[in-house]
């Protein structure tokens, strides 16, 4: 059968008709889309309150997921919303702690993991997921006042040692006396740091080896300690880690990613420095310490008031006006 002849220009136009109809349509959609995002954007903002209501959570040792079922806000909002306010802990803290007037100074570190142990990190694991695997919190909290001024996020390596060294060096006005647990890494580090401006001592535990109790999870039996001078001349009576330890422990009891032996733990590492920041923060200027009856850093002089987490959603909500400022 042959078909009907037809007008080539009719098909030209028809064919101009149909894609400037599209390109009407698509313009709409897209239009329609960005209308609708914003629409979407404004009404998942957390008013000032549930920002509070959401940190207050975290801050005392929530996981993610019960501080959901607990505020009503979605999961992606929560994690959103500890990327944010733990930017600006960390901004706000690294600003705040310099030319500090600490005496004694105790350091250490507590061990974590991201994504996966150091064991179960294949090679893909490890190339998608670069810091996958052991993470160390290397801390330091000035004895007298109980404030951190400074931690750092690594390995529990020299190069890690290094930066966290140097950083809280950089924090410090006067010599101070140094105390570390034995690891050889803070050797190098200090003395490289801080050359003989500093009173530098190990305290060296001593430990027992049990054929019975090495399988378990339990640390193998302290036995004693030994101190050790490294550098300059400290007084033995503050030779010591207990403060830093008992800090390590209030850290682990307050960040749900750091308790073991659950699936809290973290699953990328800026969740990880987030929820650190966050911590510090609360720690150093939310917290009353029982000891002090007041907080870390109205007892180091960084602060003279008491701090509040509607203060710290404040300046959340300053940051992201622009006009982040110190109280």
């Known amino acids: 059968m042959a078909l009907p002849s037809v007008n080539r220009a009719h098909i030209r136009h028809t064919e101009h008709a149909k894609h400037a109809l599209n390109s009407q349509f698509h313009a709409m959609f897209v239009l329609t889309c960005l209308f609708r995002s914003s629409i979407i954007v404004d009404m998942n903002r957390l008013d000032s309150d549930k920002r509070a209501l959401v940190i207050s959570c975290l801050v005392e040792g929530c996981s993610i997921r019960s501080t959901t079922r607990m505020t009503g806000v979605s999961k992606k909002t929560v994690m ?14 690294d600003r705040m702690m310099r030319n500090l007037s600490c005496n004694r100074i105790q350091v250490d570190e507590i061990w974590s993991f991201c994504y996966a142990k150091a064991r179960n990190v294949t090679p893909k694991i490890r190339e998608e997921h670069p810091m996958a695997g052991d993470v160390w919190l290397w801390t330091a909290l000035d004895a007298d006042t109980k404030l951190v ?102 850290a682990r009891m307050s960040m749900r990613r750091f308790t073991r032996l659950t699936n809290a733990f973290s699953k990328k590492i800026e969740s990880h420095a987030a929820a650190i920041a966050l911590y510090y923060f609360t720690y150093n200027f939310i917290r009353i310490h029982q000891t002090l009856r007041t907080t870390p850093a109205m007892a180091a002089g960084v602060t003279d008031r008491l701090w509040e987490v509607s203060d710290l959603v404040a300046l959340l909500e300053a940051s992201e006006r622009g006009l982040e400022r110190a109280a």
């Open 149 to 250: 001024p400074a931690w750092c996020i690594g390995h529990r390596d020299a190069e890690a040692a290094q930066a966290f060294i140097r950083d809280l060096a950089g924090r410090l006005r006067n010599r101070v006396q140094l105390t570390s647990d034995g690891h050889h890494a803070y050797l190098q580090a200090i003395a490289g740091v801080f050359g003989t401006e500093v009173d530098y001592s190990q305290l060296i535990k001593l430990y027992v080896a049990d054929r019975q109790t090495e399988a378990r999870y339990s640390p193998a039996k302290c036995i004693g300690c030994r101190k050790k001078v490294v550098i300059g001349a400290p007084d033995p009576e503050h030779i010591s880690t207990s403060f830093v330890e008992r800090q390590n422990l209030t």
């Open 80 to 93: 959103r919303l500890l990327i944010e306010v733990g930017a600006v802990c960390d901004r706000f803290q």
